[in-house]
Nanobody, 118 residues
C-alpha cells in the first residue's frame, strides 16, 4: 500500500513563493508518473501539474509559467515550486500518481493547505 505525505504549505502573500513536497512510500515510485492536484473550498479537485518517470512535464493553463514540478526518484519525492502566487491558488494541494500522466492510482493523502492572502 503506497502512502503519500504532502508538506510545505502555508500562508503567503500574493506574488510570493512556496515549495511543496510529496514523499511516497513503495519501490514503484520511480516507474510511475506523479502529479499535483488541488481542491479549493466548494470546488472539485483539479489537475495542477504532472511529471512522467522520464521527466516529461504537463501543467494546467492556470499555473503554466509560474509553477515547476520536479522529482527525485532516489528519495521517492515529487516537488512543486510555486511562484507568483495568486489568491486563486488558495487550495489544499495533493499529490498522486500512476502508470502514466494524469493517473491517480493511490489513495489520497491529507494534502497540504496553501493560502494566498494579504
Amino acid at each position: 500500500q503506497v502512502q503519500l505525505v504532502e508538506s510545505g504549505g502555508g500562508l503567503v502573500q500574493p506574488g510570493g513563493s512556496l515549495r511543496l513536497s510529496c514523499v511516497a512510500s513503495g519501490s514503484i515510485f520511480s516507474i510511475y508518473a506523479m502529479g499535483w492536484y488541488r481542491q479549493a473550498p466548494g470546488k472539485q479537485r483539479e489537475f495542477v501539474a504532472a511529471i512522467s518517470n522520464g521527466g516529461i512535464t504537463r501543467y494546467a493553463d492556470s499555473v503554466k509559467g509560474r509553477f515547476i514540478v520536479s522529482r527525485e526518484n532516489a528519495k521517492n519525492t515529487v516537488s512543486l515550486e510555486m511562484n507568483s502566487l495568486k489568491p486563486e491558488d488558495t487550495a489544499v494541494y495533493y499529490c498522486n500518481g500512476g502508470p502514466t500522466l494524469y493517473w491517480t492510482s493511490y489513495d489520497w493523502g491529507q494534502g497540504t493547505q496553501v493560502t494566498v492572502s494579504s
